[in-house]
């Protein structure tokens, strides 16, 4: 029986789980190219309250597959491939960033490559102080094609950017926390069961809201503070009609802040 490299398990409360586990090293190869596709369309399809993505085994990911992936389009001389392939890889990562819902991903050991361009597409970044993190693309000749450059210019800067992807070197986790990189550190201890904790903690929260600001953002991103501006109103307006909202306003009159609860609707 054949396991897939990457699953996806959807709870009661909304949170959507994904695994990566394609042993010994999460390598990316192109069962593991499709099995993400596949992932990121059923998220699509089952519209959860949040998304958790972790990895089993020792390492997030040891990178990609060189000699499956690339070596061949290398050896042929295949720009034409290249780009093709290349363009499936940004079309997943925009996707999995365009989700309407808070999206965390978890890393507890070493990060590189796909696997750390999988991390910028989400939201929120958690890690232990013992991971590491890098885009080592140019070792072989190559630059990140899953939108890694780019997301990670916009957590660290341009300048940072650069030296990450050009020295193609290994960041610490809490170098990178630092940088704005990643977004929160987590003990090592009992990190699998907190990063599931933090990720329902956002799933049992206001959903149309976090859509809303997930919207608000990236437009501030895509088309600079204008654009956010132009669609703050309505974003932000249309949660008058959720059941959120109006619960969570009956909520703070009757009982005072913090007490509501949220069914995501």
Known sequence: MTTLPVTVDLDEAGLAV????????????????????????????????????????????????????????????????GT?????????????????CPTVFAAHGLTLTWAFEVALACDLIVATPRASFGLIEATVGLTPAMGGTQRLAERAGIGRARL????????????????????????????DEAARAFAAQLAAGPTRAHAATKEILRHLTEGGLEAANEVTPQAAGALFATADLAGAMASFVEQGHGKATFSGR
Do not use: C
């Open 18 to 81: 994904v695994t990566i586990d394609h042993p010994p090293l999460n390598l990316y190869d192109q069962a593991l190219h499709t099995a993400l596709r596949d992932a990121v369309a059923e998220l699509e399809r089952a519209g959860p309250r949040a998304v958790l993505v972790r990895a089993e085994g020792e390492v997030v990911s040891g990178g990609v597959d060189v000699k499956q992936v690339f070596h061949p389009m290398a050896q042929a001389g295949d720009a034409e491939r």
């Open 84 to 100: 093709a392939y290349f363009a499936e890889l940004v079309e997943t990562g925009r996707r999995l960033h365009h989700l309407p």
């Open 164 to 191: 990450l992807v050009m020295t193609a070197g290994r960041f610490g986790a809490e170098e990178l926390e630092g940088w704005g990189v990643v977004d929160r550190l987590v003990p090592e201890d009992g990190f």
